[in-house]
């Protein structure tokens, strides 16, 4: 094949099936010449307007519900950035040529996401077969069977649409008692020891990506203090309670163990016989203030970061082993250590402050590491606030987040 540049715009409009391009806010981007055709409608009639004021619901019809089943699995994969295959739906479609007249249609949609280069959805895929005159045919041999069909499918796709709603009540009902169930477990932010910590938690969008993370701040003898956060596999209830079972685990061991490396030991020895623990990934530090030194120890989990007062930022991956249960057998897990000074903080945070689909983790740290050293002469509370607005999508992540602020 030869060097040539093709024409991807051609390509689009040259699309045998209908194909259209949706902005996140829902307005046509684009749509291709067979889209057009097929929907009766003219490019100005449709580029740069609002989905359903192109296509609204029929008014005259109660029981119309194809651009309602439109919106929701839009909004699904704006959520989740995960391709969506709608069942059959019928749809009443106003006539362009005979505005109040409205054609009845069958149409099988499927969208898709299109990532920016920050792993964000910039554009949804909107592709639609047309099956109207599938189902509507009348007539001739088969016209009873057609018939049939015809009920059939309509039957089916309306049992599809009235069990994803109770799929999605029955996961909005268990996101609401798995949230109840993470806030009833993490501490709650105050105080520890003379420091007053900001601490931040952020749950996903997504239906049932809640409640893996969590965080724990623990008085030590000394003036010391110990912060770590952690992040169970898996979502929901399951994981909102190995969470609290693991969370309290370190809390307890952090308060007689010699250091963070041996807290992770312990607990990583209790995760062998929890459900459910395996593969979690957490860090831990230890802060005193008496020698102004930090000792860490992580067990998979993302570096927390050290930002000084002249604006350089230090990660802590010194000592970084696999996750909790990975390994057979139990071997001694690495501690490091730094000093500090006056005025630096510490951050500690969970892979959805940082990491994007289809994106290096090193750009989420660079990214952390910016908006630190932008901010670097706040107190911990807005400066909590900058980093989550700064590195957060607008329309919530896909995954819950925990960050720990501490002014040491």
């Known amino acids: 094949m030869k060097d040539d540049r093709i024409d991807y715009a051609a390509v689009f409009q040259g699309l045998p099936g209908m194909v259209a391009l949706i902005t996140p806010d829902l307005v046509f981007a684009d749509a291709n010449e067979e889209f057009l055709r097929m929907s009766g409608r003219t490019r100005e009639q449709v580029v740069g307007r609002y989905l359903f004021d192109v296509f609204p619901d029929n008014p005259n019809n109660p029981g119309a519900t194809g651009m309602r089943n439109l919106e929701a699995s839009l909004e699904r994969v704006l959520a989740t950035g995960e391709r969506d295959a709608m069942a059959l739906q019928p749809y009443d479609v106003q006539s362009s040529e005979r505005p109040g007249e409205w054609e009845e249609r069958y149409w ?54 009235e069990v994803n709603e109770r799929l999605r009540q029955a996961h909005a009902r268990e996101r609401e008692v798995a949230l ?84 992770l ?26 020698t102004h030194t930090i000792t860490y120890s992580s067990a998979g989990h993302p570096p927390p970061a050290l ?25 001694p897990r690495p501690q490091g ?43 911990p509370e807005p400066l909590a606030d900058a980093v989550l607005l700064e590195l957060l999508p607008p329309d919530g992540a896909t995954d819950d987040t925990a960050l720990v602020i501490v002014r040491l």
């Open 307 to 331: 930002l000084h007062t002249d604006g350089a930022v230090e990660f802590l991956d010194q000592a970084t082993d696999p996750p909790l249960g990975a390994r057979p057998d139990s071997v």
């Open 337 to 379: 250590a730094t000093f500090f000074a006056a005025g630096d903080a510490l951050v500690l945070y969970t892979d959805g402050l940082i990491e994007r689909r289809r994106e290096d983790i090193d750009v989420g740290l660079d990214r952390l590491a910016d908006s630190l050293v932008r901010h670097r002469g706040i107190d």
């Open 265 to 290: 030991e312990v607990v990583d020895l209790y995760a062998r016989s929890v459900d459910g623990a395996e593969n979690t990934t957490v860090v831990t530090t230890r802060i005193d203030w008496e």
């Open 180 to 263: 109840a169930l993470q806030q009833a477990m993490l501490p709650v932010p105050g105080p520890v020891g003379r420091h007053r910590p900001a601490v931040r938690y952020r749950p996903a969008v997504g239906s049932l990506n809640v409640c893996g993370d969590w965080y724990d701040l623990v008085d030590l003898p000394g003036d010391c203090v110990g912060v770590a956060v952690g992040d169970v596999v898996g979502h929901g209830l399951r994981a909102a309670g190995v969470m609290g079972l693991l969370r309290s685990a370190l809390s307890a061991a952090s308060r007689v163990a010699h250091g963070p490396a041996q807290a």
């Open 108 to 161: 099988s949609p499927v969208n898709a996401p299109v990532f920016g280069p920050d792993g964000r959805v910039v554009l949804l895929v909107h592709r639609v077969e047309e099956v109207t005159e599938l189902i509507k045919a009348r007539g001739g041999p088969d016209g009873d069977r057609t018939r049939v069909l015809e009920a059939e499918l309509y039957t089916r796709a309306r049992e599809l649409q």
